[in-house]
C-alpha cells in the first residue's frame, strides 16, 4: 500500500524510468539476448560500406554557385566522354633549372618513355588515350627544339634569334604560333626582352613542369584500363625517383587523392582500439568502490556502445545507403565517449540506492535517479547534431546523421545492457574494494560539502566576475585572432605523398598562373558585328579584371584563331591584330575545316556541322576559352577575384558564360563556413531552451544553463584560434562537436540542482555535486586521456577535432563543477527577488481590500 501510495507521488516521467528498470532487472537474459539480435541484423548493413573521399564536393555546400559551375564545365569537357587525367611536375633533383642539355634531354626522354613504353595488356597511354593525347608535344618540341635542333643561346638570347622557336614567358611564338606556357612552365625566372615580337620575358630558367595524361572515357572497360593504367604509371614513377636519375617526379591524381583521404579514416582504427584499452583502465579505477565493485559490468559498458555504433551505422548504410566517409571516424569517438558518460551515471545512481531492494526495483530507482539526467543530455546532443545533418555542406551533414543516430541508439543499449549486466547476479558480479577507498570517499564528500559553501557564499559571484573578466579578454583576443582558411593538406597523414603534390604547388603554383576556364554556352550570331564587339569586350574586361590579371597573353581563345584562319582563306584583306578582327566579316562555312586541320581545337568547342554547312550561327553551340591570372597562396584574395569573375559574367548575361577554377569550391567554403557556425550555435541554443523548458522548468536554472554553453562556445571558438585551428569545413565540424558536448555537463548540473530545489543553496550545491561531480569528472578524465591519444596519430583532421575535445572538455568542466553553480545561485536569486517585487503590489492591494 505504502509502495502503491509512493508510485501515485511519481511524476510522469519517474513513473516511466522506474518502469523501465524494473522491466529491465526483471528480464536482464531476454534485454541482452534482445539487443543482441537488433546488433546482429542491423549490422548486416554493413556489408553494403561504402566510401566517399571526394573531399572537392563533400566539403562544399550544396547551395554554393562553385556547384554549378563545376557541372557546367563536367558537362562541356565531357561531350567526348568522361575526362580522367593525371599529372606528373618533373623537376630538377638538384633543384636547378630544366634547361641545361642533361635535364632537359632526360625529360624529353621521359615524355617518350611514360607515352610510349608503359602499357597494361600491351596497351601504351597513346593506345589508350581517345582525345587531346597530344597535350604533352608542346614541352616535347620545346625542349628538343632546346638539346637538338638549335643552341640554348639561340634560344635564350634576343641578339641571336632562331626563326622557329622563341623561349619567351608566358607566351612563346612556335612556327609563327604563339602558345601560352604559364600553365605549363613553374618557378620561371626571366628577363625583359628587347624583340618587339616577343610577348613575355625572355626565359633564364624553368624550375618545374608539368605533363598531363588525359583521355576521355568511353565505357567501364575503358575506365578499367586506364585506372591499370595509371597504377602501372605510378609504379614507374616510383622506379624513375628511385633510379639514379637527374629528375624528380611528383605524381597526382584523384585516385591517389581519395585513396590517401580513407588511408587518413582508417588510420585512427588502432588509436580507437588504444582508447577503448585506456578507457577500460581508467573506468575500472575511478569506478572503484569500497563495498561494491561491477569490473565486468564496467568493462562491457564501456564496450556497449560499439554495439550501438554497429547497429546505427549497419541502418544508414544498409537501408538507407548513405555512404560512408573518412570524418565520421571521429563521431565514432565521440559516441564512445558519450556513452561512457551515461554509464559513470548509471553506475553513481546505482550506488545511491539501498542495496537491500530487489535487483528490479534497486534498477528502478537507479533510472528514476540518472535516467532524466542521462536522457536529457542525450536528447540535447541529438538535436545539437541534428541541427549539423540540415546545414548545407555534405561532409557535415553526414557527420552530423551519423553521430545523432549513432548517439540516440548508444543511449537506448547503454540504458538496457549495461543495466541489466547491473542486476545479473549482482552477488557474484560484484567485489569490495581495497579499505582506503572509504577515506577516498570521506574526503570526498568533505570536499563537496565545503565546496558547496563556498559556492552558495557572497563572495563567490565577485571572484566569477574576476574569472569573466579575464575569460571575456582570452575570447576577445582569440575571436579577433581567427581565420577562416581552407587547407586541403588537413585531411592527409603526415607520410602522404599527396602532401609532397600540396607543398610544391605552395612553392611553385600558387604563385604562377592561375588558369580559369570560362564556358560561353549562348554565343550567339557572331555575323553580327556588334555582337562580336560585345564578346571581345568580355575578353578585354577578363583579361584585364585587376592587377593579378596576367592580359592577353595568357588568353586561348579558338575564336581569335579561327578569324585568322577566316582571314587567310576567304577574306582579301591585310589588316591584322586585335581591334581589326572585330570588324572583320565572319562566316561559319569554314569551322570543321579548321578543326580538322587544327585538331587540338576540338576540345574547345561543340558545333553542328550542318549548321555551319548552311552558315548558320547555330554552328557554334557552345565554346570554352582560358585565361589566367597571377596565383596566390592567400585563399581569401582568391575568393574576392572569384566573386569579380561572377560580377562580370552576370554583367554579361546575354552570352551565359560560366567561370571554373578547381579552387572555386574552397573559396565557397570561406565564404559559407562561419554563418553556418553562428547558426549552429544558435540553433543549439534555441533546441537547448526548449529541453530545458520540458525537463527543467525553473527559470533561473533554464537561464543559467544557456548562459554556460554560450560561454563555453565562445571560449572553444576563442582558444582554437590561440592553438593555431583556423576555422574550416573540418574545425566546424569540431566545433558541431563541442557544443554537443557542452551540453552535457550544463544538462546534467542544471537539472540535478533544478531536482533539489526544496533545500537551501548551499545544500542544493552540495546534493548536486554528490550526484553528478564525480561523474562528471570521470567522463573529463577519459575523454581527455582519450584525446590525448588520438593526438598521436600523424593526422591534422584526427588532431584538429582531439584538441577541440579537451578544449571543450577542461572549458565545460570547470564551468559546470564551479562557475555553473555560483550561476545557478546567483541567477535564481534576481528571479526569486524580481518575482517578490512583482507579486508585492498585489498583495498590498489585497490588504487594502480586505
Avoid at 534497486?362 to 546532443?381: D, H, K, M, Q, W
Avoid at 561572377?646 to 551565359?656: G, H, K, V
Wanted: aromatic letters at 12%.
Amino acid at each position: 500500500m505504502k509502495g502503491a501510495e509512493s508510485e501515485r507521488r511519481r511524476t510522469f516521467s519517474d513513473r516511466v524510468f522506474f518502469r523501465t528498470g524494473f522491466l529491465i532487472g526483471s528480464h536482464p537474459f531476454a534485454v541482452i539476448v534482445v539487443f543482441a539480435f537488433i546488433t546482429v541484423i542491423c549490422g548486416l548493413g554493413l556489408v553494403n560500406f561504402g566510401e566517399l573521399n571526394d573531399i572537392e564536393e563533400q566539403f562544399t555546400p550544396l547551395d554554393s554557385p562553385s556547384w554549378k559551375e563545376k557541372r557546367v564545365f563536367d558537362e562541356f569537357v565531357r561531350h567526348d566522354g568522361k575526362p580522367y587525367g593525371t599529372k606528373i611536375y618533373i623537376q630538377a633533383r638538384d633543384g636547378g633549372t630544366l634547361l641545361r642539355t642533361t635535364e632537359a634531354e632526360a625529360l624529353v626522354d621521359l615524355i617518350h618513355y611514360l607515352e610510349h613504353n608503359v602499357t597494361v595488356e600491351g596497351l601504351s597511354y597513346r593506345n589508350l588515350c581517345t582525345n587531346a593525347c597530344d597535350s604533352n608535344d608542346l614541352v616535347t618540341f620545346i625542349f628538343t627544339s632546346l638539346t637538338r635542333n638549335v643552341s640554348t643561346a639561340a634560344l635564350i638570347d634576343p641578339k641571336k634569334p632562331d626563326p622557329n622557336v622563341r623561349l619567351t614567358y608566358p607566351t612563346m611564338k612556335l612556327l609563327d604560333t604563339l602558345v601560352y606556357v604559364g600553365d605549363k612552365f613553374f618557378g620561371v625566372d626571366t628577363t625583359k626582352s628587347k624583340s618587339r615580337n616577343d610577348r613575355g620575358g625572355i626565359i633564364n630558367s624553368v624550375k618545374l613542369v608539368e605533363v598531363g595524361f588525359q583521355t576521355f572515357l568511353q565505357n567501364a572497360s575503358h575506365k578499367a584500363l586506364m585506372e591499370r593504367w595509371d597504377a602501372r604509371l605510378w609504379e614507374a614513377v616510383q622506379e624513375v625517383n628511385a633510379a639514379p636519375s637527374s629528375l624528380q617526379i611528383v605524381f597526382i591524381n584523384q585516385a591517389m587523392i581519395a585513396n590517401e583521404v580513407r588511408r587518413t579514416g582508417l588510420s585512427a582504427t588502432p588509436f580507437l582500439i588504444a582508447c577503448m584499452v585506456m578507457f577500460i583502465v581508467v573506468c575500472l579505477i575511478t569506478t572503484s568502490h569500497p563495498e561494491e565493485n561491477h569490473p565486468l559490468a564496467v568493462v562491457v559498458g564501456i564496450i556497449t556502445p560499439i554495439f550501438g555504433i554497429a547497429a546505427a551505422f549497419g541502418v544508414l548504410i544498409g537501408a538507407f545507403g548513405l555512404a560512408y566517409q573518412p570524418i565520421v571516424t571521429v563521431s565514432v569517438f565521440l559516441v564512445l565517449t558519450v556513452g561512457i558518460d551515461d554509464m559513470f551515471l548509471i553506475m553513481a545512481a546505482w550506488r545511491s540506492t539501498d542495496p537491500k531492494l530487489e535487483t528490479n526495483e534497486r534498477l528502478g530507482e537507479t533510472l528514476v535517479e540518472a535516467g532524466p539526467s542521462i536522457c536529457l543530455s542525450t536528447l540535447t546532443n541529438v538535436l545539437s547534431f541534428a541541427i549539423g545533418a540540415f546545414t548545407s555542406t555534405p561532409a557535415i551533414q553526414v557527420f552530423s546523421i551519423y553521430t545523432t543516430v549513432a548517439i540516440g541508439v548508444a543511449f537506448f543499449y547503454q540504458v538496457f545492457i549495461f543495466g541489466a549486466l547491473l542486476t545479473l547476479s549482482p552477488k557474484k558480479l560484484t567485489c569490495r574494494g581495497p579499505k582506503i577507498l572509504y577515506k577516498v570517499r570521506q574526503f570526498y564528500h568533505d570536499l563537496i560539502r565545503n565546496l558547496g559553501k563556498v559556492l552558495a557564499s557572497g563572495k563567490a559571484p565577485l571572484a566569477a566576475v574576476v574569472f569573466f573578466v579575464f575569460y571575456g579578454w582570452v575570447i576577445f583576443v582569440g575571436s579577433s585572432r581567427m581565420e577562416i582558411e581552407m587547407k586541403p593538406d588537413k585531411v592527409f597523414l603526415a607520410d602522404s605523398p599527396v602532401l609532397t603534390y600540396l607543398n610544391m604547388e605552395k612553392k611553385y603554383l600558387e604563385n604562377e598562373a592561375d588558369k580559369v576556364f570560362l564556358v560561353v554556352q549562348n554565343p550567339g550570331n557572331f555575323t553580327n558585328a556588334k555582337r562580336r564587339d560585345d564578346f571581345f569586350g568580355f575578353v578585354q574586361s577578363i583579361e584585364n579584371l585587376d592587377e593579378t590579371s596576367i592580359g592577353f597573353q595568357s588568353t586561348s581563345l579558338i575564336l581569335l584563331q579561327y578569324m585568322q584562319y577566316l582571314e587567310y582563306h576567304i577574306f582579301d584583306t591585310k589588316e591584322s591584330g586585335f581591334q581589326q578582327h572585330r570588324s572583320d566579316r565572319f562566316s561559319y562555312t569554314l569551322m570543321p575545316r579548321f578543326l580538322e586541320e587544327h585538331p587540338h581545337w576540338r576540345p574547345a568547342i561543340h558545333i553542328d556541322a550542318s549548321a555551319c554547312a548552311l552558315d548558320h550561327p547555330q554552328c557554334i553551340r557552345e565554346f570554352l576559352f582560358t585565361t589566367a591570372f597571377r596565383g596566390s597562396s592567400n585563399m581569401s584574395e582568391r575568393a574576392e577575384r572569384l566573386a569579380k569573375w561572377r560580377f562580370l559574367t552576370a554583367e554579361y548575361s546575354d552570352f551565359n558564360v560560366t567561370a571554373y577554377n578547381g579552387r572555386n569550391y574552397l573559396c565557397d567554403q570561406l565564404t559559407t563556413v562561419g554563418s553556418i557556425a553562428v547558426a549552429t550555435v544558435l540553433s543549439t541554443l534555441a533546441c537547448l531552451t526548449l529541453i530545458c523548458i520540458m525537463f527543467i522548468g525553473e527559470t533561473g536554472s533554464i537561464l543559467s544553463a544557456l548562459l554556460t554553453v554560450l560561454s563555453i562556445n565562445a571560449g572553444v571558438f576563442a582558444i582554437m584560434a590561440l592553438t593555431g585551428i583556423n576555422l574550416d569545413a573540418v574545425a566546424l565540424s569540431g566545433l558541431l562537436m563541442a557544443v554537443g558536448f557542452s551540453v552535457d555537463y550544463t544538462a546534467h548540473i542544471s537539472y540535478h540542482f533544478a531536482k533539489f530545489s526544496n533545500f537551501e543553496y548551499a545544500e542544493r550545491t552540495r546534493l548536486t555535486l554528490l550526484s553528478v561531480g564525480w561523474p562528471s569528472g570521470e567522463a573529463c578524465l577519459t575523454t581527455t586521456a582519450a584525446s590525448l591519444v588520438l593526438m598521436a596519430n600523424n593526422s591534422q583532421l584526427i588532431d584538429t577535432f582531439a584538441k577541440i575535445v579537451i578544449i571543450v572538455i577542461l572549458l565545460g568542466f570547470i564551468h559546470a563543477i564551479f562557475i555553473l553553480p555560483v550561476l545557478l545561485i546567483t541567477v535564481n536569486r534576481v528571479v526569486d527577488f524580481l518575482l517578490v517585487k512583482k507579486s508585492e503590489p498585489k498583495e498590498v492591494a489585497m490588504k487594502n481590500k480586505c
